[in-house]
């Protein structure tokens, strides 16, 4: 074995020990470190730092367990998304979009309930990414972020805007639905969305929607049609 790989190991090994065994303080900077080295050996020890009761020491031990992207953090990510802080539990939503493991959708689904606000948007961003892996959405994960394009938050209605975007052409029946929403927010951004998307089915809907009584959605809807256009 060469010298450095026993030093890593030693390395690991010790802030394995200081994460299960040090003070708040200490195993907050161990997960931090095991997170940077990326070594799925961690992943174990990370999963229990879980359910420690320092939620600093919860919140860096769900950020780690992203940065490895180790598919055995899948389900203890998921239990996080009920941990009573809000910042563990969007470590715990962020940290399950860069696994991005099918399993995740559901809780992530509810997530976009989530009282908090940045939860919610975190919760956005990662079904994207998941959805944006391939086939993995279904049309009930679509319709749930549309369902978002009305959230309070404009942090939230964007990343469900840009999630529906990564997830293309299965969104494309349920933005096009939703141009016909009484927000006219609502029928902006899901223009916005189909024009990012470029799919031809949604010229025709888009066409129609030139007519619409706000100036701002007929814009959006002019530039989305330039959008598709230029595919």
């Known amino acids: 074995m060469h010298p450095n790989e026993i030093k890593d190991e030693s390395e690991i090994d010790s802030l394995i ?10 195993r907050t900077r161990a997960a931090i470190s095991l997170g940077e080295i990326k070594d799925p050996r961690a992943v174990e ?16 031990a769900a950020e780690a ?22 910042y563990v539990r969007l470590c715990s939503a962020e940290s399950l979009g860069e696994i991005g493991d099918m399993r995740a959708l559901g809780p992530l689904i509810e997530d976009l309930r989530d009282e908090n ?39 939230v209605r964007w990343r469900a805007a840009e999630a529906l975007g990564k997830i293309g052409e299965p969104a494309v029946d349920s933005l ?5 929403d009484e927000d006219p927010d609502i029928r902006i ?11 031809p089915r949604a010229v025709d809907p888009l066409t129609v929607a030139l007519k619409d009584k706000d100036p701002d959605v007929r814009y959006a809807v002019d530039k989305a049609l330039e959008s598709i256009k230029r595919r």
């Open 117 to 155: 606000k940045a939860v919610r948007e975190k919760a956005a961003k990662s079904l994207g990414e998941i959805c944006g892996l391939g086939d993995a959405c279904t049309i009930n994960e679509v319709q749930q972020l549309v369902e978002r394009l009305k959230d309070e938050s404009k942090g």
């Open 45 to 60: 020890a990370l999963v229990q730092a879980l359910t420690y009761a320092n939620p600093d020491v919860r919140e860096r």
């Open 65 to 86: 367990l992203g940065e490895i992207g180790d598919a055995r953090a899948v389900e203890p990510l998921i239990n996080a998304l009920l941990d009573k802080e809000w």
């Open 176 to 180: 096009i639905q939703a141009l016909g």
């Open 17 to 26: 020990q200081d994460l299960r065994h040090g003070t708040p303080e200490v």
């Open 189 to 199: 951004r899901a223009a916005k969305t189909l024009g990012a998307i470029k799919d």
